[in-house]
């Protein structure tokens, strides 16, 4: 009889025990008592018993595991500006308030706000996010030392004249040159800040390069208005075929809210779109409820974002997904609108789609990194467990997050950061705030 010597195999981290909500089209929306085997930052098996060794074995009875969620939009660094939309709208908030604190800011200023922003996206389950801000080089360093993947890009603009423009560009081209390829996305801050000249060299650049593009896009009236008027052209998004029809990379528009059929029917047919939707920074702003149903039910990608802590509040994933699928059946006054499951979606594998990152992650598979989520469900507003999708969606808040897994680097565990200084990081903002706010708390 042959003997079979086949050690079994190494692993650097075992789950065990889990419910998975995989996310993924190939594997059944929960799956009971599986376990996961991580190794070199990917899932290596999805299966019950999975028989080896590994450094690290997290017990995950009763426990619910999910993928990491992918904030779409985001401005990282922006937590100084926490609370301060003092009820206006987004211009005046902008022009007013934010721009000038803004121009004022270091690059010093910028890592510390982005470590402190990057720690409070993973205590909200975000292992990877799409930001637009400037100092992206800070950025990038700060947020990638937390252990998070991030897509970043500089928002060029020319709104404050030539000299401005030339400077944004060349930053762009700085950031380029400095960070890994598969990082970086090309940043155009909207069409309302940017002349038709500067919009055409901007797409000369993306089309050459085959870039990603990254841009506010249609968050209010007033915006759109201006696009019109801008851009000479009788629909915001003819703009986008005026500067971006051959485009073959992704599209990426933060907001979309004022967008009627022909825009959504012109958008539906690029293919290579995808909407963020932000429903808490519109909310704050007054800017309108996106039309998400009628964006998917033609066919777009759709995914969420968060904004800046400005007018998004908090890097809280969850309490976007429920405000964005409560707006949504408000909205149309149809209670199955969206579904629970859609908008989990469109916190994970949507957002996957809309990076051009799905390959990688975005779904719990095997071969993908792992990124991952693992809620506990202890506490009351979680209890009795009738369909745990929705009591994710609707209920659950960062408490419940038992652990975070980022391309299989542990950043939380029974319920805490691993690997952050909160304290430290609060301390370092107080620092910042008190030179522009006068204030320490």
């Avoid at 930001?131 to 990038?140: C, G, P, T, V």
């Avoid at 599209?251 to 293919?271: F, P, Q, T």
């Avoid at 789609?353 to 989520?373: C, E, F, H, M, V």
């Avoid at 950043?411 to 430290?424: A, K, P």
């Amino acid at each position: 009889m042959a003997i079979n010597n086949k050690e079994p195999a190494k692993y650097d981290i075992i789950i065990r025990n889990a419910n998975i909500i995989s996310m993924s089209d190939k594997r059944p929306q929960i799956e009971e008592l599986i376990d996961l085997a991580i190794r070199d930052g990917k899932i290596i098996a999805i299966e019950r018993n999975i028989i080896g060794h590994a450094e690290k074995i997290i017990d995950a009875t009763d426990k619910f595991v999910i993928p990491g969620f992918i904030n779409c939009h985001s401005h990282v660094a922006m937590g100084l500006f926490r609370e301060t939309d003092r009820g206006v709208h987004l211009r005046e908030w902008l022009e007013d308030f934010i721009w000038p604190i803004e121009h004022k800011l270091t690059k010093a200023d910028i890592y510390n706000l982005a470590e402190f922003g990057a720690g409070e996206m993973i205590d909200n389950g975000i292992t990877t996010f799409n930001d637009m801000y400037f100092f992206s080089n800070e950025i990038y360093h700060a947020t990638k030392f937390l252990g998070l993947e991030a897509l970043h890009c500089k928002g060029v603009m020319d709104i404050a004249g030539e000299k401005s423009g030339i400077a944004n560009m060349k930053e762009s081209d700085e950031l380029r040159a400095s960070i890994p390829q598969y990082n970086y996305v090309y940043g155009i801050h909207g069409l309302y800040t940017s002349s038709p000249a500067y919009v055409e060299k901007a797409a000369a650049i993306i089309k050459k390069n085959n870039f990603r593009l990254h841009m506010h896009f249609c968050e209010d009236d007033t915006e759109v208005k201006i696009i019109k008027e801008k851009h000479n052209v009788r629909h915001a998004s003819d703009a986008l075929t005026k500067y971006f029809k051959d485009l073959k990379n992704k599209i990426i528009l933060a907001h979309g809210v004022v967008l009627d059929e022909y825009d959504i029917n012109l958008i539906s047919k690029m293919k290579n779109v995808s909407i963020v939707h932000c429903p808490i920074s519109n909310g704050r702003l007054a800017c309108g409820v996106a039309p998400v149903k009628k964006l998917i039910d033609h066919g777009v990608n759709v995914c969420l974002g968060t904004d800046g802590q400005g007018t998004g509040s908090s890097f809280s994933m969850l309490t976007l997904m429920r405000f964005a699928l409560l707006c949504q059946r408000n909205e149309t006054k149809d209670p199955k609108c969206l579904s629970p499951y859609d908008v989990l979606k469109m916190a994970t594998i949507n957002g996957a789609k809309a990076l051009g990152i799905d390959n990688n992650t975005g779904s719990i598979d095997a071969g993908k990194d792992a990124d991952l989520q693992i809620y506990s469900f202890k506490s009351f507003e979680l209890f009795p467990i009738n369909d745990s999708i929705s009591d994710i969606v609707f209920n659950a808040s960062s408490h419940d997050i038992y652990g975070v897994i980022s391309k299989g680097k542990i950043l939380v565990e029974n319920y805490e950061l691993v690997h952050v200084d909160q304290d430290m990081l609060s301390n370092k903002i107080k620092t910042v705030r008190k030179q522009f706010f006068g204030r320490k708390q």
